[in-house]
């Protein structure tokens, strides 16, 4: 499911209705933090599942 040009627009134009020049600004804002973060924490997560496996394997001793 792909929005095409003309829905994007339709949800820019249903957004400025509701909300208002003044206040779209920041809602964009605090979506691009909120993006951000939730985008870090799952390369974080990511990172720690991939070294996981190496660190809990036990030293073999001989």
Known sequence: MSLGP?????IL?????IFG???LPE??????????EFKS???EI???LELSP?????EKTT
Request: aromatic share 0%; hydrophobic share 40%.
């Open 21 to 23: 020049p003044k206040k």
């Open 54 to 58: 190496a660190e809990s394997e036990p």
């Open 41 to 43: 924490s799952a390369r």
């Open 6 to 10: 003309m829905e994007v627009g339709l």
């Open 27 to 36: 809602l964009g804002k605090g979506l691009g933090q909120g993006l951000r």
């Open 13 to 17: 134009l249903i957004a400025l209705v």
């Open 46 to 48: 990511q990172r720690d």
